[in-house]
Nanobody
Framework: QVQPVESGGGLVQAGGSLRLSCAPS????????MGWFRQAPGKEREFVAT????????YYSDSVKGRFTISRDNAQNTVYLQMNSLKPEDTAVYYC??????????????????????RGRGTQVTVSS
């Protein structure tokens, strides 16, 4: 079974940057919509960003728009999250998710954890003030 595996988390000062990566645990020729969620201590898990396999379009939560950039390498089935201008409130465990894409372009964005077919185990990001 495909398991997204995250890497790149760590400790950074406020205002700094980190780049997360995520690739499947096994080589696969399937295509996926990909995304990121996060969960801070004592808070509910929240949607961060997503990118579609079909067309490569992207969508962000308001809390990260303009600071984070999601990108992908379809040949490697890898998704990245470039996080700039980090704030202490960005501290969380970041989870990578995959979903088998729709057979057509467009449609509503997948922003719910339960909509995704495969979910990673997470990587910790800590932003110090």
């Amino acid at each position: 079974q495909v398991q997204p595996v995250e890497s790149g988390g760590g400790l950074v000062q406020a205002g700094g940057s980190l780049r997360l990566s995520c690739a499947p645990s096994v080589r696969t020729f399937s295509s996926y919509d990909m995304g990121w969620f996060r969960q801070a201590p004592g808070k509910e898990r929240e949607f961060v960003a997503t990118t579609r396999w079909r067309g490569g379009s992207t969508y962000y939560s308001d809390s990260v728009k303009g600071r984070f950039t999601i990108s992908r390498d379809n040949a490697q089935n890898t998704v990245y999250l470039q996080m700039n201008s980090l704030k202490p409130e960005d501290t969380a465990v970041y989870y990578c998710v995959f979903k088998r894409p729709r057979p057509v372009y467009g449609g509503s964005w997948y922003r719910s954890w339960d909509e995704y077919d495969y979910r990673g185990r997470g990587t910790q990001v800590t932003v110090s003030s």
